[in-house]
């Protein structure tokens, strides 16, 4: 029988190796990135273009490279971070299984520039597709510098697989991020399609933290530390009202290694039991330092996955540590439910008397009026007639409300629902939903005015690198639209005018929905996506009627809509109750 088994070619087993590293234009940043903290640079640089799928380049101003060491770095299972088996257990560098730069150049086109302080000349290394095209002496600055130019050319099906650049461009964002704040005393910069996104100084965790995502987050930081010996936490979480329904304020560092633990997730949710409301997730910055032998963090290709010596001990520091700062800062909850009660009991009198109810005294004979003036007897008959003259002239019945015009017969439930008979049926209304569809209606013809009524305060809003370069982007719609705003410091956005229809209360978090999308592509892009937002902030916030003739007004206008069933997302605006259900009940 013919062999079958045969050592497949390098070409071929980087590819294969590259769909476990490089799974998207985010995995090669944070690859380049870590290697540069690796080489001990104290200034990074990361150049973006099309969301990484043509240019991902970063620059940095660490060791360097020798000519033989520029060369080894893109072999397989190449690395100056371990030498032996034990090695494994004590890791201190992000890197360590010298696959990411094979991998990368694998499915690109990378060109390497960098130089030793102590040398001469520096080394130019061109790669494509994993082939070496040539290496050369070059004059450069010290450090290291990676350009990886069309990632996945070789491979169109991974290629076609990426999402769009929004997307990608999200993922490449929180990659940085979780670098940049595990490493807070090295400089950071970001560029995207040559436009500045992140300039982070050095500095501390909380300046560090406030840099990325903006002052507002500042007053909401509580600090955590604890020292056992063999484990140190410390870093910040957020006061309740600052958790989010969704996640992306969570982070979980471990000697500067960025990694996610569902089961530490739960212990911090766990601390702010009693503080949130159901479906609330807390921000969180929390950073471990401990022996790099009681942890194993080669259980990922990714590297994002670790393993504790002893993982319970973790989660109840965690728990404790927090839920001891919280209480420091007047976060807990104000009752102790788990006081003896017995303790509250009140004690017995000191001679055994019986407790006497507490009494109220009254004096039935006083008279507010007795220190009064008493009208004379002309003056009572004067203001008799003068009583009997305008009642003569007053109609019969006197009625504090309005006739009810409303031919239906229209109640509210408890529960917020309403219930309605009509033509002999019985519905029950979801007003928030049918107010939405009219609301809908009404702004379908109706292009948004752009009339600004100005503010008797302006309103402050502090952004961030990346709300700051997104209000760049969109700054020449906005007059047109009714806003009237200028960056009155580095980071601080002063709105002096607002739209009509939109109230102040509403101008923060209309703007930050506004800034949620990282690149509109056209004008028309954004103006679909604000013309979304402003209907929905609109039916929203005039959703305020807590009155029946106010519930009547909008049935009537609901009516002139033909009664629709459902709203365009398919969710019901009412529900048809039966009669004869009911009264099977009975």
Same mark, same amino acid.
């Given at each position: 029988?013919?062999?079958?088994? $045969?050592?497949?070619?390098?070409?071929?087993?980087?590819?294969?190796?590259?769909?476990?590293? %490089?799974?998207?234009? !985010?995995?090669?940043?944070?690859?380049?990135?870590?290697?540069?903290?690796?080489?001990?640079? /104290?200034?990074?640089?990361?150049?973006?273009?099309?969301?990484?799928?043509?240019?991902?380049?970063?620059?940095?101003?660490? @060791?360097?490279?020798?000519?033989?060491?520029?060369?080894?770095?893109?072999?397989?299972?190449?690395?100056?971070?371990?030498?032996?088996? =034990?090695?494994?257990?004590?890791?201190?560098?992000?890197?360590?299984?010298? &696959? !990411?730069?094979?991998?990368?150049?694998?499915?690109? $086109?990378? =060109? @390497?520039?960098?130089?030793?302080?102590?040398?001469?000349?520096?080394?130019?290394?061109?790669?494509?597709?994993?082939?070496? $095209?040539?290496?050369?002496?070059?004059?450069?600055?010290?450090?290291?510098?990676?350009?990886?130019?069309?990632?996945?050319?070789?491979?169109?099906?991974?290629?076609?697989?990426?999402?769009?650049?929004?997307?990608?461009?999200?993922?490449?964002?929180?990659?940085?991020?979780?670098? !940049?704040?595990?490493?807070?005393?090295?400089?950071?910069?970001?560029?995207?399609?040559?436009?500045?996104?992140?300039?982070?100084?050095?500095?501390?965790?909380?300046?560090?933290?406030?840099?990325?995502?903006?002052?507002?987050?500042?007053?909401?930081?509580?600090?955590?530390?604890?020292?056992?010996?063999?484990?140190?936490?410390?870093?910040?979480?957020?006061?309740?009202?600052?958790?989010?329904?969704?996640?992306?304020?969570?982070?979980?560092?471990?000697?500067?290694?960025?990694?996610?633990?569902?089961?530490?997730?739960?212990?911090?949710?766990?601390?702010?039991?009693? @503080?949130?409301?159901?479906?609330?997730?807390?921000?969180?910055?929390?950073?471990?330092?401990?022996?790099?032998?009681?942890?194993? %963090?080669?259980?990922?290709?990714?590297?994002?996955?670790?393993?504790?010596?002893?993982?319970?001990?973790?989660?109840?520091?965690?728990?404790?540590?927090?839920?001891?700062?919280? #209480?420091?800062?007047?976060?807990?909850?104000?009752?102790?439910?788990?006081?003896? /009660?017995?303790?509250?009991?009140?004690?017995?009198?000191?001679?055994?008397?019986?407790?006497?109810?507490?009494?109220?005294? %009254?004096?039935?004979?006083?008279?507010?009026?007795?220190?009064?003036?008493?009208?004379?007897?002309? =003056?009572?008959?004067?203001?008799?007639?003068?009583?009997?003259?305008?009642?003569?002239? !007053?109609?019969?019945?006197?009625?504090?409300?309005?006739?009810?015009?409303?031919?239906?017969?229209?109640?509210?439930?408890?529960?917020?629902?309403?219930?309605?008979?009509?033509?002999?049926?019985?519905?029950?209304?979801?007003?928030?939903?049918?107010?939405?569809?009219?609301?809908?209606?009404?702004?379908?013809?109706?292009?948004?005015?752009?009339?600004?009524?100005?503010?008797?305060?302006?309103?402050?809003?502090?952004?961030?690198?990346?709300?700051?370069?997104?209000?760049?982007?969109?700054?020449?719609?906005?007059?047109?639209?009714?806003?009237?705003? =200028?960056?009155?410091?580095?980071? %601080?956005?002063?709105?002096?005018?607002?739209?009509? #229809?939109?109230? &102040?209360?509403?101008?923060?978090?209309?703007?930050?929905?506004?800034?949620?999308?990282?690149?509109?592509? /056209?004008?028309?892009?954004?103006?679909?996506?604000?013309?979304?937002?402003?209907?929905?902030?609109?039916?929203?916030?005039?959703?305020?009627?807590?009155?029946?003739?106010?519930?009547?007004?909008?049935?009537?206008?609901? $009516?002139?809509?033909?009664?629709?069933?459902?709203?365009?997302?398919?969710?019901?605006?009412?529900?048809?109750?039966?009669?004869?259900?009911?009264?099977?009940?009975?």
């Amino acid at each position: 029988m013919q062999d079958i088994i $045969q050592l497949l070619p390098d070409h071929v087993a980087n590819q294969i190796a590259a769909g476990e590293v %490089v799974q998207r234009p !985010a995995s090669v940043v944070k690859e380049l990135m870590e290697n540069a903290i690796d080489a001990q640079a /104290t200034k990074i640089e990361l150049i973006i273009r099309d969301s990484g799928k043509n240019l991902i380049q970063v620059v940095d101003n660490g @060791l360097g490279m020798s000519e033989t060491d520029a060369r080894m770095a893109f072999e397989r299972h190449a690395t100056s971070k371990i030498k032996t088996t =034990e090695d494994i257990f004590k890791i201190i560098t992000k890197g360590f299984r010298g &696959e !990411a730069l094979a991998s990368i150049a694998a499915v690109s $086109q990378v =060109e @390497l520039r960098t130089k030793k302080e102590d040398s001469k000349t520096g080394t130019n290394i061109y790669i494509e597709g994993g082939g070496f $095209q040539f290496q050369e002496p070059i004059q450069t600055s010290d450090g290291s510098s990676f350009s990886v130019k069309n990632l996945f050319y070789n491979v169109p099906a991974r290629r076609k697989f990426l999402k769009s650049n929004t997307i990608e461009f999200r993922h490449i964002i929180d990659e940085f991020q979780r670098v !940049a704040l595990a490493h807070e005393n090295v400089e950071f910069e970001m560029f995207h399609n040559d436009e500045p996104i992140f300039r982070l100084r050095k500095g501390n965790q909380m300046q560090r933290i406030v840099d990325i995502f903006g002052r507002k987050i500042h007053s909401l930081l509580i600090p955590i530390k604890e020292d056992l010996g063999w484990v140190k936490l410390e870093g910040f979480v957020a006061k309740p009202e600052g958790a989010k329904k969704t996640r992306g304020e969570q982070f979980l560092f471990i000697n500067g290694r960025y990694f996610r633990s569902p089961y530490l997730n739960k212990a911090v949710q766990d601390a702010f039991e009693g @503080l949130l409301l159901p479906g609330y997730i807390p921000s969180f910055f929390l950073y471990l330092e401990t022996d790099p032998s009681k942890i194993d %963090v080669n259980i990922h290709p990714q590297k994002i996955e670790v393993k504790f010596e002893d993982e319970n001990l973790i989660f109840a520091l965690f728990r404790s540590t927090i839920k001891r700062s919280l #209480g420091i800062y007047n976060v807990a909850p104000s009752l102790d439910f788990e006081k003896d /009660t017995n303790a509250m009991q009140l004690s017995p009198s000191r001679n055994n008397a019986s407790i006497k109810n507490p009494e109220i005294s %009254v004096d039935r004979d006083y008279n507010p009026f007795l220190t009064e003036r008493n009208p004379s007897t002309a =003056e009572k008959v004067e203001l008799t007639e003068f009583y009997k003259n305008n009642i003569s002239t !007053a109609p019969s019945k006197i009625n504090l409300f309005e006739e009810e015009d409303f031919e239906e017969d229209l109640m509210r439930l408890p529960n917020g629902y309403w219930l309605l008979n009509k033509s002999g049926k019985t519905l029950m209304l979801d007003l928030g939903r049918m107010h939405r569809l009219v609301v809908l209606s009404q702004n379908k013809f109706k292009k948004i005015s752009g009339v600004s009524q100005s503010l008797l305060f302006s309103v402050e809003y502090f952004m961030n690198e990346i709300e700051k370069n997104k209000f760049r982007s969109i700054k020449k719609y906005l007059p047109s639209l009714g806003f009237e705003m =200028e960056i009155a410091h580095e980071n %601080v956005l002063r709105i002096n005018s607002i739209p009509e #229809g939109l109230k &102040e209360k509403q101008v923060i978090p209309f703007l930050e929905k506004i800034f949620e999308i990282l690149d509109y592509k /056209t004008e028309e892009e954004f103006m679909h996506f604000y013309e979304h937002q402003w209907n929905k902030m609109q039916a929203k916030s005039r959703f305020d009627f807590l009155y029946k003739t106010d519930a009547e007004i909008l049935i009537k206008q609901y $009516q002139q809509l033909g009664f629709p069933e459902f709203l365009p997302s398919g969710k019901r605006c009412f529900y048809e109750i039966s009669l004869e259900d009911l009264e099977n009940k009975f």
